[in-house]
């Protein structure tokens, strides 16, 4: 999958200015950059949300087939976490799952008296069991403690295992393998891309 | 598709449960209105279909509406859209709780008027309950229309509370003349009376209802097929 000559523009600013992108099927793939230079909003565009992929957008699949958590992803407060899987055992694309220790903690609790961690474990756990061709996850680690974080990202590692294939934006560099592939957003047009190793070796990380 | 659109209308129909609130306009306030207007001739349907008209017409704003704006604002709607793969889905299945949820309001608001003040035919039971899908169909591709502006949630909640007052003052008036034709475009109370009205007669008015409620319709199947998921005030 790549994005050729990408541009985009918000509110009279340019994002993204002749852009290019390689994200590596079946493994895991990270989106690098500071804070507000579009990580999201590539997001979008890549999961297709209200139509804004454009011709671009080379060989990713149909919005159906992706799994797409972003940042403000919620659920409604009154369902409890039971509720909530509950729901996702109907839901057709499941693959079937064991439900891990820390979600069983607060299995029985409202998803709105969650703390935002928990909130996020759940969420970014949901989205691992269904079966879909790319999943995508914005800042999955934001407002986890480091040792669960560690345990979401082994989850993320799971589907890459099993041949899927991931993009993922991070800030918490601990959970990425020199070998996983990397774009680093640089600036709206400079976009280096490669293995982790070598990306932090021209960035001097 | 269809194995989604089931688990997302139970899904919907228990957050509803747990937010009984919403019968208190919808249903209560009718109730309350048909005992204070004991009086009212209640041999002339026009009255129960405006009650009728009033239980479709708060339950589209307060349930279907109301649940779209909020599921999108808080980012439920995208989380969703991506989990079962289509918004389509979300929306199908938002409507037919919705209509659920009328259909059994409408059904208790016919037994309470058939205990307390008149009784109605087994036939207008029926009736009530073949129109009510055609009318809340109507209901909320009219209203649809809410969708394309950028409104918080309590933007919305305010003007749905405007929309239930004006309902209780609508209920028994009935305009005529070139009144009826701009308060059936424009009024969904009115509309949806007259949508129970047409088997009753086929005036000028019903004809042009139904010429409406064509055009809502259409109308209605292109913003819902292109409402977005996406928060329309901050970013989700």
């Known amino acids: ?205 | 598709m269809f194995e989604n659109c089931l688990a997302t209308f139970k899904l919907q129909l228990k957050i509803s449960m747990k937010n009984k609130i919403v019968f208190l306009y919808s249903l209560i306030i009718p109730v309350v209105l048909m005992f204070v207007n004991q009086r009212s001739d209640y041999k002339n349907m026009n009255i129960v279909y405006s009650f009728w008209a009033y239980i479709v017409v708060t339950t589209i704003l307060n349930g279907f509406m109301m649940n779209v704006i909020s599921l999108r604002e808080n980012g439920f709607l995208k989380t969703l859209s991506y989990m079962i793969g289509s918004k389509e889905s979300i929306v199908i299945s938002l409507f037919l709780e919705q209509l659920l949820l009328i259909e059994i309001q409408i059904l208790l608001f016919n037994v309470i008027l058939s205990l307390f003040i008149k009784p109605l035919a087994p036939i207008v039971f029926l009736y009530g309950f073949l129109v009510t899908g055609l009318a809340t169909l109507l209901g909320t591709s009219m209203l649809s229309v809410l969708f394309l502006l950028k409104i918080k949630l309590q933007t919305f909640n305010t003007i749905t509370s405007i929309f239930f007052l004006v309902g209780i003052v609508l209920l028994n008036i009935n305009p005529s003349g070139i009144w009826g034709y701009i308060s059936t475009a424009i009024n969904p109370f009115q509309l949806v009376t007259e949508i129970y009205l047409i088997p009753y007669s086929l005036s000028a008015l019903a004809w042009g209802s139904l010429g409406l409620s064509f055009g809502y319709l259409i109308m209605g199947f292109f913003i819902l097929k292109n409402i977005s998921i996406k928060s329309q005030l901050s970013r989700v």
């Open chain 1, 1 to 205: 999958m790549k994005i050729e000559n990408f541009s985009y523009s918000y509110q009279y600013k340019n994002i993204f200015s002749g852009a290019n992108f390689y994200i590596a099927d079946n493994e895991m793939n990270f989106i690098l950059g500071e804070n507000g230079v579009g990580k999201s909003t590539l997001l979008d565009c890549i999961a297709n949300v209200d139509g804004s992929r454009t011709k671009e957008f080379i060989g990713f699949p149909k919005p159906q087939r992706i799994g797409y958590l972003s940042q403000g992803n919620n659920f409604e407060n009154d369902l409890t976490v039971a509720d909530i899987l509950g729901f996702m055992k109907q839901v057709h694309d499941v693959r079937e799952f064991k439900l891990p220790s820390v979600i069983q903690k607060f299995y029985q609790t409202r998803f709105g008296s969650l703390s935002g961690g928990e909130r996020r474990i759940l969420l970014v756990f949901i989205n691992t069991i269904l079966d879909k061709g790319l999943y995508i996850f914005d800042e999955p680690e934001a407002g986890i403690d480091g040792k669960h974080a560690v345990e979401m990202f082994s989850w993320l590692r799971g589907l890459s295992d099993i041949g899927k294939t991931l993009i993922v934006t991070t800030h918490q560099l601990d959970n990425i393998r020199d070998t996983d592939n990397v774009n680093y957003i640089c600036n709206e047009e400079n976009i280096l891309v490669g293995d982790f190793v070598k990306v932090k070796n021209k960035l001097n990380f």
